[in-house]
């Protein structure tokens, strides 16, 4: 298998010339079959995501052809009844943001977030961020570890998947999760989230929402490949004066193991409403098993010693 | 970008984070109520009854034996149905038992429960027609052994979740939820001594157990939540207000109560037996108020982003970025992906 597809060198493709350089775009790649699918035997590279908010422009394309692509309903409410009384719009009237967050029936999440600059000459001016949210494929996914039916499981790409024949709807993986991403369908009874539109890569194609995004804030691709990316667009960002461009998930080494989904933020991670350092919960995992069977033993010596002794 | 709310915490200095219009970080677990927190007490109750009737076996005390066999056997029946109840798709239950999952609490526990009920029924039904009384024996021990740790395990059930308020204590809970167990199990006990009329022999030994475990049922609490205290965000308050906080209050009341009255349940007479069945209800409801208060303070906890992102923050400013390297269990291999270069 060789490295990455190959990419045309046209600075006029797509909309490369304005986010940055052939160094830190995808260019047209995104469009191409990639070459990840191999011989059989072949073990294809871990696939993910590199979300560079910094040319987001929240047009929620992303979500829509998630939506389409992966057959996710509406949810579950009064827009899902097919009302169209400004009631029931599920208007969360904070933002331009309707959608509020990851969730069984919301697969891609546009963030909207509008504040101020708190540096430089802009300062006090009215700024918006946005940002495209996704699972974000976990290389220390608590919420696989805490499967009990073996329905989370790790494809060959690596990312994270449900299997909906295996699932019998537990929910162990709602809290599990650090940034809160899976979640129960009601209706259904079963979790759902972002499958890194597992059947697209499967054949080579890229996934839904990484194919609609018009400024290729949403880059799919090899992860490594990802991070060099990510880095280089970081270092881009730094000289042209944007000091608070941060690399979000993006190290091997952190609580999660980095993750397979990683973004490029220009603020805090909780502005966008991710956690700030998250751990996987398995971590503690070996420390509670050796605590729950000293606490089961002391129920036993208590029960024991309570039968000591006279009446 | 939405409100920034000022931390409340003792031990670090005061803070402001921000936050996503204050919403949520995590998701509310979906966990059914109260499902869930009636299978953390029966299980806790059928785990401890089951050594008891082992025990009351072996020193001749037949009341107790039945006792002990008929309350954990039904506490495993009644914690079943509460947890494939609890299930998106209760028809597929049996997946629980698909594959054999150490990182999964959720899977050690069925394969404790599912043990524990096989066990805890035959010795019941033994007990109940008189047929094969040896392999009743045989089937209590077997359930008496799978008892503790079914009493234990439900700790790290919650603890092993991102909900901070269950998390930052895995190692009181399980502790919290043992002694809850021998409790609920000890005040199941002494009801059926004190309505059976028993004697004191028979009343002693749980009385013993009813008194030890509300004691270690309220230090436990009381640790938990000083442990809580000491972190910003006001993580605390999940157990300390709201439902959670009126449950608790409700659990310590009652628990003080029938630990000072399981005292007197060793008096001879009438009176002994109606301190035993007073003592034992109130131990018994309170164990069952501690389950609910657990459960109430995670729904809390999993909906206020500040309880995420103030420890997280003061974890950051005085130890550095966290790390998942350390104590992996050896089956974890299987889900992490695979090195290629």
Redesign the interface.
């Given at each position: 298998m060789s490295g990455r597809p190959h990419h045309p060198a046209d600075p006029a493709a797509g909309f490369a010339g304005n986010v940055g350089t052939p160094d830190t775009t995808p260019m047209t790649g995104q469009t191409e079959r990639a070459d990840w699918i191999g011989m059989p035997g072949e073990r294809p590279p871990r696939l993910g995501f590199f979300t560079d908010t910094s040319v987001c422009i929240g047009c929620k394309a992303c979500e829509v052809a998630c939506k389409e692509w992966n057959l996710v309903p509406a949810d579950a409410g009064p827009s899902g009844s097919g009302s169209t009384r400004m009631a029931d719009l599920d208007l969360l009237g904070m933002s331009y943001d309707n959608t509020g967050d990851l969730g069984a029936n919301s697969w891609r999440h546009v963030a909207f977030v509008e504040s101020q600059h708190r540096t430089g000459p802009q300062k006090g001016d009215v700024r918006w961020l946005m940002s495209s949210d996704v699972c974000k494929h976990c290389t220390h996914a608590a919420c696989l570890d805490v499967c009990p039916t073996g329905a989370l499981m790790r494809t060959e790409f690596d990312t994270v998947y449900v299997q909906p024949d295996v699932c019998n709807g537990c929910g162990y993986c709602v809290p599990a999760c650090p940034y809160g991403v899976i979640d129960i369908r009601p209706e259904d009874g079963r979790a759902f989230k972002c499958t890194l539109c597992y059947d697209r890569t499967k054949d080579g194609l890229t996934p839904a929402c990484a194919q609609a995004c018009p400024t290729e804030s949403i880059q799919f691709g090899p992860l490594d490949e990802l991070r060099e990316r990510a880095d280089r667009r970081l270092a881009q960002l730094h000289d042209r004066g944007v000091p608070e461009a941060r690399l979000y998930g993006r190290h091997p080494d952190d609580g999660v193991g980095g993750d397979g989904a990683f973004f490029l933020l220009l603020d805090e991670p909780e502005a966008y409403g991710l956690p700030p350092d998250p751990v996987v919960t398995t971590r503690d995992l070996p420390a509670m098993w050796k605590r729950a069977a000293l606490a089961a033993a002391g129920l036993a010596a208590a029960v024991a010693a309570s039968f000591l002794g006279g009446s | 970008?939405?409100r920034r709310s000022r931390v409340r915490g003792s031990m670090v200095p005061e803070a402001e984070?921000?936050?996503?219009?204050g919403?949520?970080?995590?998701?509310?677990?979906?966990?059914k109520n109260p499902d869930v927190p009636l299978y953390l007490w029966v299980g806790g109750m059928a785990?401890?009854s089951s050594?008891?009737a082992a025990?009351?076996d072996a020193?001749g005390r037949p009341v107790l034996r039945r006792g002990g066999r008929l309350v954990a056997a039904g506490g495993a029946a009644l914690g079943t149905v509460a947890l494939v109840h609890?299930?998106?798709?209760?028809s597929?239950?049996l997946?629980?038992l698909?594959?054999v999952?150490?990182?999964?609490?959720?899977?050690v526990g069925?394969w404790i429960l599912a043990p524990f009920a096989g066990a805890a029924s035959a010795a019941a039904a033994s007990e109940v027609t008189g047929v094969a009384p040896a392999l009743g024996r045989l089937a209590g021990w077997g359930a008496?052994a799978f008892?503790?740790?079914l009493?234990?395990?439900t700790?790290?059930l919650l603890?092993?979740?991102?909900?901070p308020a269950?998390?930052e204590v895995?190692?009181e809970l399980?502790?919290l939820?043992?002694?809850s167990?021998?409790a609920a199990g000890?005040g199941a006990q002494l009801i059926v001594t004190g309505l059976a009329g028993a004697p004191?022999?028979e009343r002693?030994?749980?009385a013993?157990?009813a008194v030890?475990?509300a004691a270690?049922e309220l230090a436990a609490g009381e640790i938990l939540e000083r442990r809580l205290e000491r972190l910003p965000g006001g993580v605390v308050d999940a157990w300390r207000t709201g439902r959670a906080g009126r449950w608790n209050r409700l659990a310590r009341a009652l628990t003080v109560a029938g630990g000072l009255g399981a005292l007197l349940a060793g008096l001879r007479g009438p009176s002994g037996r109606v301190a035993a069945v007073a003592s034992g209800a109130a131990l018994a409801a309170g164990s069952l108020a501690t389950r609910f208060a657990a459960f109430e303070a995670?729904l809390a906890s999993?909906a206020d982003?500040q309880h995420?992102?103030a420890p997280?923050?003061a974890?950051?400013a005085t130890e550095g970025?966290?790390?998942?390297?350390?104590?992996?269990?050896a089956g974890?291999r299987s889900?992490?992906?695979?090195p290629?270069s």
């Open positions: - | 970008m939405g984070f921000s936050s996503y219009y919403r949520p970080i995590l998701k509310k677990p979906t966990w785990g401890a050594v008891v025990l009351a020193t609890d299930l998106g798709r209760p597929r239950f997946n629980m698909r594959v999952k150490p990182t999964s609490p959720l899977s069925s008496a008892g503790p740790p009493a234990s395990y700790g790290v603890a092993d979740t991102a909900v269950w998390h895995h190692g399980p502790v939820f043992a002694a167990g021998a000890a004191r022999r002693t030994p749980v013993r157990l030890a475990g270690a995670g999993a982003p995420v992102v997280q923050r974890r950051l970025p966290a790390s998942a390297e350390g104590s992996w269990l974890e889900t992490r992906p695979v290629r």
